[in-house]
């Protein structure tokens, strides 16, 4: 039995509430080795780059918010952090720089506005995504925010979901526009349509065994399954349970749903399920997603007449308590105080009037989180990096910004590119599906140690989903700029796609590294 499922066996994660006070009388250096972890299940981490400190992770489901919970949070920021905030690529907020005398107020805070840190960390199902402008975008296939909202409902503080083989990722959307990464997600209800009866009805297909870490990018494999809009929760639950009951537990490596996936095939996954429900499930329905991907930031109409949503970008998703109030703000001067956050690191402010939109991008706040930021920014997209994460090899956040400001300032016409940044293998920039993907690493150059990456191209989610392909190893980070500034005219999308075969024949490497 390895470490970790020894003190799952122990105690469940959840019972490290009581003990939360205890440890905030304490200090932190009295905290178990154990209990450091059990402290995940409530989203709080300790990082060894930060000593004494910690980072407190909440699960916003499908990434809708409001003013007043954004405020709670920049508040806590200011009033207990060191007032910085990170937007993650699973749509929820981290509160940086947190001590543990700070823990219980910080908790009591949070739940006083409706918003929890419970199972954002370790062997939990996550935070369910969903699409950021559910109910709003006039092309969706159906608003899946009440599936979304009764799933997290079913599984927080639900002990028959907290002692999983390993972390389990869900994401439920009724959006053709591809907003989320389905395919790298543990479990995935992307938008259908299926024929009955001469009727058309609109669901949900499944996708299931997702994955980026843990060995790289698995894509999530179709079971053959359209699922109603109200048998979402149980079919869901249904799935997560086959794979705490038969996941492996060895190895925690390859311990994800995809090893199981792998193991079993489709089809015997798909009979197990049927077994469990006690019943027979219907065939897939016909995918609605487009081919074409949307991030949702810029200016869009909604589906309600004369309303219209506004993404900001939020660079490298690092943002301050000021700038996160100023953003509650205007959402409360402008919209109806509702905010939304993408997975590519944007705040959305909707429900915003016509007549009003002329004065919101007018707002000075909008230089610094622009709705129009140019390609390199707009597709930008960084994990935490290691001067809050342990596991991440470079700080990624600031090499991002460098970098992209180099482009910026040097290359014209840029077209629509994505450049997504991971720190390390565990692959949280979502390195692996983007059009350029860079991964940290530290490498021996002339006898000096420094900080570099690899190059991905070519990855992608989606109707049509494809592997990256890696071209580039061990550029230095100081040469980065250099490199990216030949590949990026020249491999925008459509080129980075169609050169993903193994030798990669229309990306000629060796004229892209300086001498």
Known sequence: MNKIEALKAERDGLDVRESIARYARDGWETITEDDVQRLKWYG????????????????????????????????????????VIDLTTRQQLQLRHIRIEAVPAVLEQLEAVGL????????????????????????????????????????????????????????????????????????????AVREDGGSKQAGFNVLAGGKLGSGGYRIATPLDIFVRPDEVVEICAGIVLLYRDHGNRELRTQNRLAFL????????????????????????????????????????????????????????????????????????????????????????????????????????????????????????????????????????????????????????GVKPITMHWSGCPAGCGNHL?????????????????????????????????????KILEDVPCEKLASVLEGLVPYHTRDKLHRARGKTAPKIQVAALVPR
Request: charged share 20%.
């Open 433 to 469: 599906v983007a059009d350029i993907g860079l991964i940290g690493k530290r490498v021996k150059i002339e006898g000096q140690v420094v900080d570099a990456v690899d190059i991905f191209v070519g990855g992608r989610t989606g109707p049509d989903p494809k592997l990256a392909v």
């Open 116 to 191: 929890t840190t419970m199972q954002t960390g370790l062997d939990n199902i996550r935070n369910v995504m969903g699409c950021p402008v559910a109910g709003l975008n006039p092309g969706e296939i159906l608003d899946a925010t009440p599936q979304v909202r009764a799933f997290t409902d079913h599984i927080v503080g639900n002990r028959a979901f907290t002692n999983l083989p390993r972390k389990f990722n869900v994401a439920i959307s009724g959006c053709p526009d591809n907003c989320l990464h389905m395919e790298t997600q543990d479990l995935a209800l992307v938008p």
């Open 261 to 412: 996936i792998e193991e079993w095939g489709e089809e015997k996954f798909r009979a197990a399920l049927e077994t469990h429900l006690g019943r027979t499930l219907t065939p897939a329905g016909t995918d609605a997603r487009k081919s074409v991907k949307s991030d949702h930031t810029g200016i869009f109409r909604q589906k309600q007449t004369g309303l219209n949503y506004v993404g900001l970008k939020v660079a490298v998703g690092r943002i301050t308590a000021e700038s996160l109030l100023g953003v509650a703000a205007l959402a409360e001067r402008y919209g109806t105080g509702e905010i939304r956050i993408s997975p590519a690191q944007a705040l959305i402010v909707p429900n915003v009037p016509d007549k009003r939109l002329t004065a919101l991008l007018d707002e000075p706040l909008l230089r610094e989180l622009p709705y129009n930021a140019s390609e390199v920014f707009k597709g930008l997209v960084s994990c935490v990096g290691n001067d809050y994460c342990n596991l991440a090899v470079i700080e990624t956040k600031s090499r991002a910004m460098e970098v992209a400001k180099h482009l910026e300032s040097t290359l014209q």
């Open 44 to 83: 709080i981490f300790l990082r060894n780059p930060t000593p004494g400190y910690f980072m407190i992770r909440v699960r916003i489901p499908n990434g809708h918010t409001s003013s007043y919970q954004i405020r709670a949070l920049a508040e806590i920021a200011r009033a207990h952090g060191n007032g």
